[in-house]
């Protein structure tokens, strides 16, 4: 079975392809340029991993030429999608490329994927939570429920853009499915934060990706710096990997959104783990007020990911093994 990646570059994407190639799949991956195709395909050090160029999934027909050179593809992820923060036009730089690359992603299936059986998007809990609701405690988020964010808002600020980006762009595929109602079936999954070491230790770079910069960032500020402001819900990138294949390999996630998280922090929780498990980072990180973490995270909304955790089968990472790994795998890193 080959299987399609596009995005194969980015932080979850790599782990997805790892993790597929372990389990003996083919993976054909794009990515937005030969030296970051080649620099992929030396961490792999697989013969079964090989890259096409998509530089900007935005454009019309992005995907037509990778999937035309790869009529054994049979199931397609769909992982590409902008997320940062760095904007002035959220329009431009994050719902278009978002929405328009999902659309060109499902129209190049359509058209030259005759074989392809099984799609997942990558979607995200932003796409689930609206956020007024997400910090209202009464309320309680499961699958069904859609960030109810506006165009409107969505325009005005880079964090409202991201997440309404990841809502349209979901919304799109399934309208896109219901309209076209092509040959293959969808399942998308919806990570929270998503944590966890880097799929290969020579990817630790000074800046990481947007969510493990979150804890990365704690080692770099220095104790005087504030407490993360960051709250929300996590899952580790292991699972977020293992996920994407239970929703092709399983009859139970077709049609199904995936609400992969495994719990809420804060980020005095991320500092109480690391100030109780790396000694040597005594007095370099800031101290907060150990343990009141619970008291800031009881006052989010809950989520009930039963469904979820019913269709995947497997028991996911737990907060310190996620933030330990990840932190030891930067320390290392500077040895
Ligand atoms: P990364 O930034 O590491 O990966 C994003 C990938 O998409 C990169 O390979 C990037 O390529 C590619 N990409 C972005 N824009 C374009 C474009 N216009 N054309 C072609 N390729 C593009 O982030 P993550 O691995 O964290 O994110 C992967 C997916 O998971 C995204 O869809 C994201 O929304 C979703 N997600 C992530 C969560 C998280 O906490 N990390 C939580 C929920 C969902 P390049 O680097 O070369 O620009």
Known sequence: TTVFVSGATGFIAQHVVKSLLGKGYKVVGSVRSASKGDHLK??????????????????????????????????????????????????????????????????????????????????????????????????????????????????????AGYRGSKTFAEKAAWEFLELQKPDFELAVVNPSFVFGPQAFDSEVKDSLNTSSEIINAILKNGPDADVPASKGGFVDVRDVAAAHIVAFEKKEAVNQRLILNAGRFAGQDILDILNESFPELKGKIPV???????????????????????????????????????????LDSKK
């Open 42 to 159: 030396g961490l792999l050090n697989s013969n079964d991993f090989s890259y096409e160029i998509v530089e900007d999934v935005e454009k019309v027909g992005a995907f037509d030429k990778a999937l035309e050179a790869h009529p054994e593809v049979s199931v397609f992820l769909h992982t590409a999608s902008p997320f940062h923060f760095k904007t002035s036009n959220p329009e431009k730089d994050l719902l278009n490329p978002a929405i328009n690359g999902t659309k060109n992603a499902l129209n190049a299936i359509q058209a030259h994927g005759k074989n392809v059986k099984r799609v997942v998007i990558t979607s995200s809990y932003a796409a689930i939570a609206t956020s007024t609701k997400e910090i209202d405690n009464t309320h309680t988020f499961t699958e069904k429920s859609w960030n109810e964010v506006t165009w409107e808002q969505a325009t005005k600020d880079p964090v």
């Open 288 to 330: 907060g007020k150990p343990g009141i973490g619970p008291s800031i995270t009881s006052t989010l909304a809950k989520v009930d990911n039963s469904k979820t955790i019913e269709i995947l089968g497997f028991d996911l990472i737990g907060l310190k093994k996620t933030v330990v790994d990840s932190v030891k795998q930067i």
